[in-house]
């Protein structure tokens, strides 16, 4: 069974780097990864996304190794902001055809 | 620019009733997707809509359907409401790239539907 999976939950302080894996098996060989944050009663927020090797914007970077069965997530010095639930998507085969998978969410809690 | 709007933002039905629920996509956007996201779960993927037909679909029975009209909304109708159908439905818009199905999506705040 195509699934995603991630840490259910991490804690970190104001200041530090939080990295998120996520392991993704039969992953499309032609789409992105991309990761999602939430707070409570919104909808997702795009972070970033990318292809392979290394991806980073001026909020996150996203690691991603050859042969794409994980993705890394880096938040690098963490404020209490970012306290929310984050997500990867991917698409992965599931019966006769690929659809846009998330994975169940790693809840990160940043302490002061 | 107004991003995703969905409306009702909240939405109470009885067992067995059907719902629609409305989506305007973000400017520029022709690709619409529909979530469903239980409690303390990820979003599942219902379907998505471009050029007014269905091109995914997720693993949801029959009585998810929906539509996208001409201005690129769209709506998701349930049909015999379930229990089980109680969540957040959000809805996603994208613009369509040939060679790739995964584009930066934006999300909107979501329906909390919740069906007694």
């Known amino acids: 069974l195509a699934k995603t999976t991630q840490p259910i939950s991490m804690d970190s302080y104001e200041g530090q780097e939080v990295n998120i894996t996520c392991s993704h098996n039969?992953?499309?060989?032609?789409?992105?990864i991309t990761w999602y944050q939430q707070f409570p009663s919104q909808g997702p927020r795009f972070i970033i996304q990318g292809y392979k090797t290394k991806v980073t914007n001026e909020v996150a970077s996203l690691f991603i190794p050859a042969d794409r069965k994980s993705s890394t997530l880096s938040l690098p010095r963490v404020s209490l902001s970012d306290t929310a639930v984050y997500y990867c998507?991917?698409?992965?085969?599931?019966?006769?055809?690929?659809?846009?998978?998330f994975g169940r969410g790693t809840s990160l809690i940043v302490h002061p | 620019d107004a991003g995703v709007t969905q409306s009702p933002t909240h939405l109470i039905k009885t067992r067995g009733q059907q719902v629609t629920l409305r989506c305007s996509p973000k400017?520029?956007?022709?690709?619409v997707s529909w979530y469903q996201q239980a409690l303390g779960q990820g979003p599942q993927f219902i379907f998505q809509y471009y050029e007014e037909e269905e091109r995914q679909r997720g693993n949801f029975p029959d009585r998810f359907s929906g539509h996208q009209f001409p201005n690129y909304s769209s709506e998701l109708n349930v049909n015999a409401l379930l229990l089980g159908d109680s969540a957040l439905y959000l809805c996603?818009?994208?613009?369509?790239?040939?060679?790739?199905?995964?584009?930066?999506?934006?999300f909107g705040q979501g329906t909390r539907l919740t069906v007694v």
């Open positions: 996603a818009s994208s613009l369509f790239l040939l060679g790739t199905k995964n584009t930066e999506a934006f």
């Open positions: 039969n992953i499309a060989t032609n789409d992105y």
């Open positions: 400017s520029g956007h022709d690709t």
């Open positions: 998507l991917v698409e992965l085969r599931t019966g006769g055809s690929y659809i846009p998978t």
